[in-house]
């Protein structure tokens, strides 16, 4: 029992993953500042124009993907690094497109006491 563990103590490749467990837990912390910077931003235009921005929708959605890759490697559910080690993740097509007008509904503006019933 105490051989294993003197193994897996001296193995280099134990190491080496912590190293990329540490470069990655810090990038994702990066990521999860922008994702939350991207959230405003888009709330914000959303709020003074109406409409959502293209490109941020995608670079959001690629951040997220890349911070669900790193938080694999970091679980160890996954050997594989992500970016920069690997390719950037590509948006995929959207599930349900979000629309200014699907978030305003003029029922919203009464308060549920006072609709009748």
Known sequence: MV???KIN????DTWIRGIFMILFG?????????LIVISVLQF?????????????KKLGETVSTWSYQ???????NTDEKPFPFSDWPDPKEPIEEISASSLI???DDIPSFVKEK
């Open 105 to 107: 509904n003029e029922e």
């Open 26 to 34: 810090f990038l994702s912390f990066i990521s999860r500042l922008i």
């Open 9 to 12: 103590i001296l193995n280099p």
């Open 3 to 5: 051989e294993k563990i």
């Open 44 to 56: 914000i235009l959303l709020a003074f124009r109406g409409s959502l921005n293209e490109n941020l």
């Open 70 to 76: 790193a938080f694999l490697f970091l679980t160890y």
